[in-house]
């Protein structure tokens, strides 16, 4: 069933409201097409002229005859973002870390995405499974890009095996259609100990390396498991040195393929450097950070931009008394940072605290899945100062509600201290203590 195009907003000034369009009408045509979506309403008004159908409220029907420049927006927008269902996974992945969580959270923390058209609009990562080939057609025919799929692996058989859908390892053959379309692209691997790492991560490596440039990037990230996994797949966590072979491996194609290619391409997450052990790469390694939001390169990059801010600064000897909480991955980080801010200002203290992921299990260490309840618990009783500083990745977007639904009102009320959201940048973390 088609979503109706229900009008939500007139941008005020905006040729919609110099036509007489209003919140509550319904837009049926442009250019006499049927709109289906979000992509084929901006591809059909980038046009210089228009012929928009609009039902009014009351069942008038308004066609409107509209000149203007190319590509000018029309200043409307509708009820649902998409203008369109969003589309579910329906895949049963092993390492599905949504399968992973405790019952009694807000509905939309258990809905699995798998939707072209937000990869699209929000860097989401899709497995192709529940694409058609009319929806390939779009995506090339629209040019939308990046598009960032999930492989995991390239090996039709065992990828079927790991999403639990028959139709896993023909869905790869897609790719071929964006390569040949000249769509940009940007994949992604979970890696689960013992299934898709050793021989086979160096055959998926080979495989995606053929689509090269418009496959300009993969990151290989473990599987996150969590203390909720009775019924599902038994998966093993990585060890130090499982991340040491896993981390020559990519090592090996990254220096080939930079050679060849003049990109690195393949990218281990932050996190297995960390388990290894093992220095964070240079910065020229990430190749523009390109896979920042699968948590590859971001302690370098924080190391990198607290640099560049800590040598423009000249210090101070003010007396402050600050605290941050932060996952486990990233403390060694943080702590070494608020040493070296101690060097130009001796009066300023910070207390950094790494929180134990006690809600989904200890495993998981990044500080975008701690909670409410266990930074309350952890922190209740300890010397925070003058203020607490959260980064922004443990907060829904846009607000100031953590996974579990405690809000920073009362987290502050709780712990009583004044607590403040910080950016993830190095120089944000900077202005964030000495402001």
Not at 70 to 87: A, N, P, T, V
Not at 367 to 373: A, F, N, R, V
């Amino acid at each position: 069933m088609r979503h109706e195009h229900i009008i939500k907003e007139i941008v005020p000034g905006s040729i919609a409201e110099e036509m007489g369009i209003e919140p509550g009408d319904r837009l049926l045509s442009v250019n006499d097409k049927i709109i289906e979506d979000v992509f084929d309403y901006h591809f059909c008004v980038n046009e210089e002229e228009l012929v928009v159908l609009i039902e009014k409220q009351n069942g008038e029907e308004w066609e409107l005859e509209i000149e203007k420049d190319y590509e000018e927006d029309l200043g409307i927008e509708f009820e649902q973002g998409l203008m369109d269902e969003y589309r579910s996974c329906r895949n049963k992945c092993m390492f599905c870390f949504i399968d992973q969580m405790p019952g009694g959270m807000r509905d939309t923390l258990y809905f699995k995405d798998d939707d072209s058209r937000l990869s699209f609009l929000q860097g989401n990562y899709i497995t192709l499974t529940n694409m058609s080939d009319h929806d390939i057609e779009r995506i090339v025919t629209y040019h939308l890009e990046p598009i960032n799929i999930s492989f995991h692996t390239t090996n039709p058989e065992l990828r079927c095996k790991m999403l639990h859908n028959r139709f896993a390892g023909d869905a790869l053959r897609k790719v071929d259609r964006l390569y040949e379309g000249g769509i940009t692209m940007n994949g992604q691997i979970v890696l689960c100990k013992g299934i898709n790492d050793g021989e086979e991560l160096e055959r998926s490596i080979r495989d995606m390396s053929r689509y090269l440039p418009y496959l300009q990037s993969v990151s290989v990230v473990p599987v996150g498991l969590t203390k909720y996994r009775d019924g599902l797949e038994p998966l093993e966590p990585f060890t130090r040195e499982d991340a040491g072979e896993v981390l020559d491996i990519i090592h090996k194609w990254q220096d080939r393929l930079y050679e060849e290619h003049g990109l690195h391409f393949i990218h281990a997450g932050d996190e297995w450097y960390i388990l290894a052990g093992q220095e964070m790469p240079e910065e020229e390694r990430y190749d523009g950070y390109l896979q920042l939001e699968n948590g590859v390169g971001m302690l370098r990059l924080l190391e990198n931009e607290f640099e560049e801010a800590y040598a423009r600064l000249d210090g101070d000897k003010k007396i402050r008394e600050v605290s941050v909480a932060t996952g486990l991955l990233a403390e060694p980080y943080i702590r070494k940072m608020a040493e070296r801010l101690k060097e130009k200002y001796p009066n300023t203290a910070v207390h950094v605290y790494p929180i134990r992921n006690e809600f989904f299990g200890e495993l998981i260490t990044v500080s975008g899945l701690i909670t409410g309840q266990d930074l309350v618990s952890q922190l209740k009783g300890r010397e925070l100062g003058e203020r607490l500083l959260l980064p922004c990745n443990m907060f829904r977007s846009e607000e100031s509600v953590f996974l579990d639904d405690v809000t920073l009102d009362e987290l502050k009320e709780t712990l009583q201290v004044q607590a403040d959201i910080v950016k993830s940048s190095g120089q944000d973390f900077i202005e964030a203590i000495i402001r």
